[in-house]
């Protein structure tokens, strides 16, 4: 008992000695720099990343020069393996059949995904998903209830497009049949190939370029418009309302993705709509060779898809409100790496090795005598009284807002074994 009081003493006399210890041995008090970042809304993601301007458009030359190169590349491959398979020539370019000509064209679509990655990686210096969501990935559960959402929605509005225009044509005009051997691996490729050639056009237009032009401004209208009308662009001029159809999808779903946080919403609406409508016409003779799309629009299927597209937006956005699905966040910033201070001797008799304060960029805070401070299941938590090892006694550890203090002593080991953990106020 008394050996126990005389630690005690020594252990109190020492404290005042450790904080009031001039240079060069140190401050006690340290400041760390962990600055609180706000969320962010899904077209500024792109903020997440290095600062500077001049990244979204070098950002937007990678993703289209290296788009190009790849579509330059899948092309290239297609014609030698065409020509050593001899296969036969049409438009000036080798065929591979309707279900294989739709396949390239649909891979040559889809490679501009990794391009958009790259670009956000390399180029703006942020994590590659946060171009999917606020959450830094596809959130695979919304993912899914949106598609279940946009299927009902898909099916009629297309079962309706489709039933009028049969009843409007002639009844010179039969449709036949391809087979069921044709049919099934044209549904194999299309359900291999089309979410890939859906997503990678949500990923450019929703994704890559919304989030560039929010890198400058606040507005998420500013960025949704302009968009929009690209996107109605890449898919060719036909007729006045299927321009105004594909300027409306490209803008709801812009909404979609700030209001939601993310592309999964406009990702299940495209991938469906695409799907179907390709499904439908791999069923039947030639359609598939078709260079129709939907810029061929009239103004009665165009009306109809519009009133789809606004039913599937407002259900969408009645279910996030209610599953609390996040428009706002901090989506896999890039870390800023722990912020660790050297070991320390402090001038005290019998001290320990010096001892790591060590706060990562969450906020944590806490003490190690080890030098392998990455490992934090080694850290001891910063609170006041002995710890457990009895080498370190942390006596005040407070965060304010974005300074954070952390004060620590070393005392010494008794030679009888480590110091119980009780508070020094609890011992008399």
Request: aromatic share 8%.
């Amino acid at each position: 008992m008394l050996s126990w009081v005389l630690i005690t003493v020594k252990v109190d006399m020492l404290m005042p000695m450790s904080i009031n210890t001039p240079e060069p041995y140190g401050r006690p008090v340290v400041q760390l720099d962990l600055d609180p970042v706000a969320p962010l809304p899904f077209h500024q993601l792109a903020r997440a990343g290095r600062n500077g301007w001049w990244r979204s458009l070098v950002g937007t030359v990678v993703v289209a020069v290296g788009g190009f190169l790849l579509m330059m590349v899948l092309i290239a491959a297609s014609e030698i393996g065409g020509l050593v398979l001899g296969r036969p020539t049409m438009d000036g370019m080798r065929s591979w059949g309707s279900v294989g000509d739709t396949a390239l064209e649909l891979l040559s679509i889809a490679i501009a995904i990794p391009t958009v990655f790259v670009a956000a990686r390399w180029v703006q210096g942020r994590p590659a998903g946060t171009v999917s969501s606020v959450a830094g990935r596809l959130r695979r559960r919304w993912l899914g209830l949106c598609l279940g959402l946009a299927l009902p929605v898909v099916v009629v509005s297309l079962g309706v497009m489709f039933l009028l225009s049969t009843l409007g044509e002639s009844s010179g005009d039969e449709v036949e049949w391809v087979g069921w051997r044709s049919f099934f691996f044209a549904l194999i490729m299309l359900i291999l190939l089309v979410p890939l050639q859906a997503a990678a056009e949500e990923y450019v237009f929703r994704g890559w370029l919304m989030q560039a032009v929010g890198a400058w401004l606040r507005s998420p209208w500013i960025a949704v418009l302009p968009q929009a009308v690209l996107f109605a662009a890449a898919h060719g001029w036909g007729t006045v309302w299927g321009f105004v159809d594909l300027v409306v999808f490209g803008a709801l779903m812009g909404i979609l993705a700030v209001r939601t946080g993310g592309l999964e919403a406009s990702i299940a609406l495209h991938t469906l709509n695409n799907f179907i409508s390709m499904g439908v016409a791999a069923g039947i003779k030639g359609a598939l060779e078709s260079d129709e799309t939907a810029a061929d629009m009239d103004w009665v299927s165009a009306a109809i898809d519009i009133s789809s597209m606004l039913i599937y937006a407002a259900t969408v956005l009645w279910f996030a409100r209610r599953r609390g699905i996040a428009a706002a966040g901090i989506a896999a910033l890039p870390a800023r790496g722990a912020h660790e201070i050297p070991p320390h001797h402090w001038p005290v008799g019998g001290a320990p090795l010096g001892v790591r304060v060590i706060a990562d960029s969450s906020g944590s805070v806490g003490v190690s005598d080890r030098r392998d401070t990455a490992d934090t299941s080694q850290w001891t938590p910063a609170t006041s009284g002995f710890t457990q090892t009895g080498q370190v006694e942390p006596t005040d550890a407070r965060l304010h807002g974005p300074e954070q203090a952390c004060t620590d002593h070393v005392a010494p080991r008794p030679a009888g074994g480590p110091l119980a953990p009780q508070p020094p106020d609890a011992l008399s």
